[in-house]
């Protein structure tokens, strides 16, 4: 679900696009992935940019996609972050 490298934080999330709003909800224990929510559609890479706006406004740091450009399951590097300042800001 998260794990420390050198270069930052290494989170695994479950996206679900089409969203009322963007939202954290919870980790899906079968998973393993954080659940978020996003408000724009998966079309054009639209959803791709409100997760990473989203969740870089919330944490205060660069976030960027690893893996999973076309999929609702993405690896995402949170920049210059620690495990516990993420789990802190995402209320996990």
């Known amino acids: 679900m998260i794990k420390q490298i ?3 934080v ?3 999330v479950h996206v679900q696009p089409n969203t009322k709003r963007n939202s954290i ?3 899906d224990k079968w998973k393993g ?3 978020v929510k996003v408000s724009a559609p998966p079309v054009g890479g ?3 940019k409100e997760l990473t706006k989203f969740l ?3 944490l205060g740091k660069e976030v ?3 893996r999973g ?3 609702r399951e993405k690896d995402l590097l949170i920049k210059g972050a620690t495990i516990e300042e993420v789990k802190e800001k995402l209320g996990i």
Do not use: Q, Y
């Open 33 to 35: 992935r954080i659940k």
């Open 10 to 12: 290494i989170l695994l």
């Open 64 to 66: 960027v996609i690893l």
């Open 69 to 71: 450009e076309t999929s």
């Open 46 to 48: 639209k959803a791709n």
């Open 6 to 8: 050198k270069d930052g």
């Open 56 to 58: 870089s406004k919330l």
């Open 25 to 27: 909800e919870g980790v």
